[in-house]
């Protein structure tokens, strides 16, 4: 029987784990053999392409993994297969999983969804396709026009790796997946990580072979998809203390580590052992949610905010790691001060990333499914995203969203640090009002980097010094890109600038992009050529040099 397992991916840079899972299940467990291929895309690809290709397989059964980002594409396709081929279709995945007899009575060209682990069954599936299909746990189909739905089995065993030969060979150098655990000792009320009953630990020694082969495989970055990584600090310590010690031998050196950690939980062992990490192997990803301690109660998110504060600080003074950190606006009892609270304190980290996220409502979490505890209006599409609170509205939701663009391309981006540094302080603004006043105030979509510098220049250049400011929007524009040209507006035809150039060229370096700050008689002076920093900006240098300029 010819089988084809496919994903829609959010990018071509993501590289889908879930497919070589169920593949492996199959190597594993079915009892059948099956002519298996893996197809994959992206949601901005050309979906009726795509079909076409899974089509030209001619297969028997056709599977996707379902997801947030790729649900709405997925069943296009999926419609388009089974009107041009004889052939099962399964769906697995979150998406789906919390909601399967939904999806049996909306799309009818689906045959099968699958909830829980499917190394386990779906090649259970495959052999019993046309036979007794009761004894497949966690399987939704139809049966003389009624739907039914079979109970899942928890599995305690570790899965079987998914990294086949075939995998490799498909990863390509994009970002690799690795699983090492299953499930999450929190049971966050918008989360779906915790609603299974156990935390399961993989292998070790599996882990560490695993690894080896994908640091080795080209890519230039491994995440670690376990919910929270340090949720057993001595496992969690150990998996480090591998990579450290392999880091520049068995593991080449540029290959970076991404792990979702919970800051609070951090013991001393593990902070000493990530500030001995090699700079650049790793980067944290540490969800805040909030600061608001009644609305993490409500949540059901423990969180200790005061120990999670000092950790973040411990983790950026080490100056090895990148560190993002995440705020999710809409939570339960957290209104508009609340939300402008926890962000200012999460901006004062000076995290390398600050995230503004919106909440949304999963099929699955209890946030959906316990609406009296949880009351809020979101949308009914993918991916179900917030819309009003009761204490957050519609009105201001849909300013923080214009506030989150001006994070990412003032913040988040690295563009803009001195600039912000310089007018926080000048004008006295806390950082989530000074966001908020220019987001809703400028419409920067598709804007180039040089036009966007021209826009915060002329917003802001009447509530501060107009002089320093252009000269901090200089530094910035310095720092950031090699490639960037300078407005028009920021240039100051001044002889003495061709003086100081050939100074440099002749005494310095020849490669430095320099800026003349009037304001404090100083040069400050940028090698583009030279390493970035965790924010992606190059390393400027002031020249207090006077005489340079008076010459």
């Avoid at 649900?71 to 388009?80: A, G, Q, W």
């Avoid at 746990?137 to 928890?154: A, C, F, H, Q, V």
């Avoid at 979101?378 to 300013?399: G, K």
């Avoid at 030279?530 to 040099?545: A, L, M, S, T, W």
Wanted: proline residues 3%.
């Amino acid at each position: 029987m010819k089988v084809v397992i496919s994903c829609l991916n959010s990018k071509y840079i993501h590289a889908s784990l879930a497919p070589w899972c169920l593949l492996s299940g199959v190597k594993e467990f079915a009892k059948n053999n099956y002519d298996i291929k893996v197809l994959e895309s992206t949601i901005n690809g050309n979906l009726h392409d795509f079909a076409g290709l899974i089509i030209n397989e001619n297969p028997q059964v056709v599977s996707f993994c379902c997801y947030i980002w790729n649900i709405t594409h997925t069943l296009e396709i999926c419609k388009e297969i089974k009107e041009n081929l004889d052939c099962k279709i399964i769906l697995g995945g979150p998406e789906v999983a919390y909601r399967p007899k939904d999806v049996l009575e909306k799309y009818d060209y689906i045959d099968f969804v699958l909830s829980g682990e499917g190394e386990w069954n779906f090649p259970l599936l495959l052999d019993n396709i046309n036979d007794d299909l009761s004894i497949v746990d966690g399987l939704t189909y139809r049966k003389n026009n009624e739907i039914i739905t079979n109970s899942e089995i928890e599995h305690t065993e570790t899965p079987p790796s998914p990294y086949s030969e075939e995998f490799y060979n498909n990863l390509k150098g994009r970002i690799a997946y690795i699983e090492t655990s299953r499930g999450c000792p929190y049971r966050c009320a918008f989360c779906l990580s915790g609603r299974c009953s156990k935390l399961l630990f993989f292998d070790l020694d599996q882990v560490k072979k695993d690894i080896i082969n994908l640091a080795n495989s080209g890519t230039q970055t491994l995440k670690f998809v376990d919910r929270t990584f340090n949720a057993n600090s001595k496992r969690a310590n150990e998996i480090l203390l591998f990579i450290k010690e392999n880091y520049g031998k068995e593991i080449p050196e540029n290959v970076c580590f991404h792990f979702e950690i919970a800051g609070d939980i951090l013991t001393e062992d593990t902070l000493e052992i990530l500030s001995q990490m090699p700079k650049g192997a790793v980067q944290l990803e540490i969800g805040m949610q909030s600061f608001n301690e009644e609305t993490l109660k409500k949540i059901n998110r423990k969180t200790n905010t005061q120990k999670l504060i000092e950790n973040i600080k411990k983790l950026l003074q080490m100056g090895n790691m990148h560190i993002h950190i995440d705020l999710i606006a809409g939570l339960t009892g957290e209104d508009l001060d609340s939300f402008k609270h926890s962000f200012n304190i999460g901006y004062s980290l000076k995290a390398h990333m600050l995230q503004m996220g919106f909440l949304k409502l999963l099929y699955g979490a209890d946030m959906r499914e316990k609406p009296e505890d949880f009351p809020c209006e979101y949308n009914e599409n993918p991916p179900y995203e917030v819309i009003s609170t009761p204490w957050l509205s519609a009105d201001e939701m849909r300013m923080l969203k214009k506030c989150e663009d001006a994070v990412d391309r003032l913040y988040n981006s690295g563009r803009f640090l001195f600039t912000l540094d310089y007018l926080i302080d000048e004008i006295g603004i806390s950082p989530i009002d000074l966001f908020n006043d220019f987001g809703n105030s400028v419409d920067g979509t598709n804007m180039r980097l040089s036009d966007y510098a021209v826009k915060v220049y002329g917003y802001f250049k009447d509530k501060c010094n107009e002089q320093i400011l252009r000269e901090k929007i200089l530094c910035d524009l310095l720092s950031c890109s090699s490639s960037v040209q300078i407005p028009e507006i920021f240039k100051i035809r001044d002889p003495i600038y061709k003086k100081v150039k050939k100074y440099f060229i002749e005494n310095v370096d020849k490669n430095m992009k320099i800026a003349i700050l009037y304001s404090k008689n100083e040069i400050f002076a940028v090698k583009q050529s030279g390493e970035k920093d965790f924010y992606g900006r190059y390393k400027g240098e002031i020249y207090k040099n006077s005489f340079i300029l008076e010459e």
